[in-house]
C-alpha cells in the first residue's frame, strides 16, 4: 500500500503528483503531508503555481537565448500567495527559489501581484480585554502581533524587526484587491491596527461603492468612520515667505447622501452630526422623510 512507502518517498510522490486529494487518502498521509517541513512544502506551492493544471504543462516560459534561464511566468507571486501552506517561513524558501529562473519582470512595480483573500476570511474576533494603555492593543482585543499583520508587513516590505525581510524586492500587492475585501473584512471586525496598515498602502474605502464605509456606518463605529474618510498625513508646500508649511491632504472619500441615509436608519446620531456639521452633506428627500419620521412612534 502507498501508505506503507518510506516518507522520503512519498515526498518525491507528491512533488510528482502534485494531487490535493492525495494527503486525504488515508490518516497516515494527511499526516505525513501535514507535518512535512517548509522546504517540502515550498517545493510543493512552487511546482504547483508553475503548473498549468487544465493542460498538465508547465508554465515556464522558454529563455529568449540558448545560455538563459527559463522566466517565470508573471502571475506565478499571486499564486504563490494564494496557497493556505503559505507561512511566512515557506515564503522565504519560494523566493529564494526564484533566483533559479528569469525573474527580473516580477520586479516591475506595474506587475502588481493579487492580495489573497485567504488571508482575511477566516479572521475571527479575539476575546475581548479590558482597554489597555498599550499602543500596540485596542479595546476588542487587536493587536499588531495578530494575524495577517506580520504576514503583510513581510510582503509589503515593513518587517517588524524580529522578522526577516525577503531576499528579493518584490512589488507590494494590490490592497484593493477583489473589490477592497481586506478592508472591508478589517473593518467587520474593528482591527484598527489592520485598518490602518492598509490604509497606509493605498487602500481606498470607495471600492464596491463605498461598502466598507457602509459596514462602518451599520456598526455604529463614528472612530471608525473618520478614519476611513479622513487622512492624518499631510504636504509640505512652499509658501510666499519662502518657508514650508503643512497641507491637510483631501479625504479619501466623498461622504455621499446615502451614506447620510444609512446613518440615520441605524440612529447612529454622532455620524448623522458629522456628516451634516463637518462634511456638509446634504440630505436627499428620502433621507430627509426618515429624518422627519425619527422617534415618532
Known amino acids: 500500500m502507498l501508505s506503507l512507502l518510506p516518507v522520503e518517498l512519498l515526498y518525491e510522490i507528491q512533488l510528482y503528483a502534485l494531487s490535493s486529494d492525495l494527503p486525504l487518502t488515508c490518516r497516515r498521509l494527511y499526516d505525513v503531508y501535514k507535518s512535512a517541513s517548509n522546504y517540502f512544502q ?24 540558448p545560455e538563459g534561464k527559463p522566466q517565470l511566468p508573471s502571475d ?12 511566512l517561513p515557506v515564503l522565504h524558501h519560494i523566493v529564494n527559489y526564484f533566483k533559479n529562473y528569469s525573474y527580473d519582470h516580477l520586479l516591475i512595480g506595474t506587475n502588481t501581484p493579487e492580495l489573497p483573500r485567504r488571508l482575511f476570511r477566516n479572521l ?21 502581533e495578530h494575524d495577517p499583520l506580520p504576514f503583510l508587513q513581510v510582503i509589503y516590505g515593513e518587517p517588524p524587526s524580529s522578522y526577516q525581510p525577503l531576499s528579493l524586492p518584490l512589488p507590494p500587492p494590490n490592497p484593493n484587491s477583489h473589490s477592497g475585501y481586506a478592508l472591508t473584512k478589517a473593518v467587520q471586525l474593528s482591527f484598527v491596527p489592520l485598518v490602518s496598515f492598509l490604509l497606509s498602502r493605498g487602500a481606498l474605502p470607495s471600492c464596491k461603492d463605498g461598502l466598507t464605509m457602509m459596514v462602518a456606518i451599520r456598526q455604529k463605529d463614528l472612530g ?44 447612529a446620531q454622532d455620524i448623522i452630526d458629522y456628516f451634516m456639521t463637518e462634511k456638509r452633506v446634504i440630505p436627499d428627500i428620502k433621507t430627509l422623510y426618515l429624518l422627519q419620521n425619527a422617534g415618532k412612534p
Open 42 to 65: 515550498a517545493q510543493y506551492i512552487f511546482y504547483h503555481a508553475l503548473t498549468d493544471h487544465r493542460t498538465n504543462t508547465c508554465r515556464l516560459i522558454p529563455p529568449s537565448k
Open 76 to 87: 506565478v507571486y499571486s499564486r504563490v500567495l494564494r496557497y493556505p501552506l503559505c507561512s
Open 124 to 144: 475571527q474576533l479575539p476575546p475581548k480585554i479590558l482597554k489597555s494603555t498599550s499602543n500596540t492593543e485596542d479595546p476588542f482585543g487587536w493587536s499588531v
Open 224 to 267: 471608525m468612520v473618520k478614519t476611513l474618510v479622513e487622512r492624518t498625513d499631510y504636504s509640505s508646500f512652499a509658501s510666499g515667505n519662502g518657508s514650508t508649511k503643512r497641507r491637510r491632504l483631501p479625504d479619501r472619500l466623498t461622504v455621499t447622501a446615502p451614506m447620510l441615509r444609512m446613518a440615520v436608519k441605524v440612529g
